[in-house]
């Protein structure tokens, strides 16, 4: 049967702006490939009307969403129900709509950017664990990363290098929680040079050296990088960041961010489908 058809379902991504996300284009190819009747767009929702948008999708049906900016944060107490990983994060990027025997829809909330984020470290977890770690940077990412890394990796210390304490500090704060071994510290970016020296894994959750703006960095001193460090780049336009090119000139192992949109967008299709994403299949959707 050719889709879509009358019974086709719905998932939706929900953010303002949404034009850039490559979201429909992973998911749709992943959707064709395994046969699945369902499909998904990009709906631009301003901040007013979110509340309205998201009784939309229990009153419609829809199978489920994606959240992003802005609307991470605020979407929480909009739902019925949150993951622990969500709460700890404090932002929700992925809906699940569940019918329920009674007829009704429940909407569950989760943060898929932990898994997503976690996913490309794998290969190095036994390098990892128990290391000094940092993270450029203290918005939305940093928070998944932070959380991802005290609970999987167990930092010696992990270090938040960044150009607002108050914000670094208010993070450290929310996840004191998950930092039995008191690992969390903020240092203003311009006196990180010690602690980006002695860390193993360097993660960039800023914008720097994002298209179009391709020769930004974190971090431009290039004598600190070093062979036993893993340098992790959110980044994923372009995919070879500056830090990237800079890090691994030195000999570091580099890490791009294209694995961490793969892996978040992968556990969200699972929440949603039930199946296993087709990898290969998305990476060739996404060129
Ligand atoms: P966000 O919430 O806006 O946070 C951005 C962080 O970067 C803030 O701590 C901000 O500091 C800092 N920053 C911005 N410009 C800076 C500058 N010029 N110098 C120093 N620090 C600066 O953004 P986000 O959602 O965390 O996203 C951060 C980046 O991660 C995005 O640009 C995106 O490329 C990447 N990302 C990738 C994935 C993926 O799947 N690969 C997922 C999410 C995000 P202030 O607090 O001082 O403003």
């Not at 429909?24 to 190819?29: E, Y």
């Not at 304490?165 to 006196?191: I, K, Q, T």
Request: hydrophobic letters at 45%.
């Amino acid at each position: 049967m050719a889709f879509p058809d009358a019974s086709t379902r719905l998932v939706t991504l929900l953010g303002h702006p949404v034009e850039h996300s490559l979201s429909p284009r992973m998911h749709n190819a992943a959707f064709r490939h395994l046969g699945l009747n369902l499909v998904y767009l990009a709906t631009d929702v301003r901040p007013a009307d979110l509340p309205a948008a998201v009784e939309g999708l229990r009153a419609m049906g829809l199978r489920g969403a994606n959240v992003t900016l802005p609307h991470k944060e605020t979407i929480r107490p909009l739902l019925d129900a949150c993951s622990d990983r969500a709460r700890a994060v404090g932002a929700v990027n992925t809906v699940v709509c569940v019918d329920t025997e009674a007829g009704a829809r429940t909407l569950h909330g989760d943060n898929t950017d932990v898994a997503g984020f976690l996913a490309p470290l794998a290969p190095f977890a036994d390098r990892l664990h128990g290391t000094d770690q940092l993270i450029f940077g203290a918005g939305g990412a940093a928070r998944a990363a932070a959380y991802a890394l005290l609970t999987t990796y167990q930092p010696s210390v992990l270090t938040l290098a960044v150009r607002t304490p108050a914000r670094a500090e208010a993070l450290a704060r929310d996840l004191a929680p998950f930092d039995a071994r008191g690992a969390l510290r903020v240092v203003a970016l311009a006196e990180a040079e010690a602690a980006v020296a002695t860390s193993r894994l360097l993660v960039n959750a800023t914008p720097l050296g994002m298209h179009p703006h391709v020769e930004g960095t974190p971090w431009a001193r290039q004598a600190s990088f070093h062979r036993a460090q893993v340098v992790y780049d959110l980044v994923y336009a372009p995919q070879h960041t500056r830090l990237l090119r800079e890090a691994g000139a030195r000999g570091a192992t580099t890490v791009g961010g294209l694995g961490m949109l793969i892996g978040q967008a992968a556990a969200a299709f699972t929440a949603w489908t039930g199946h296993p994403f087709p990898l290969e299949v998305v990476r060739q959707a996404l060129g």
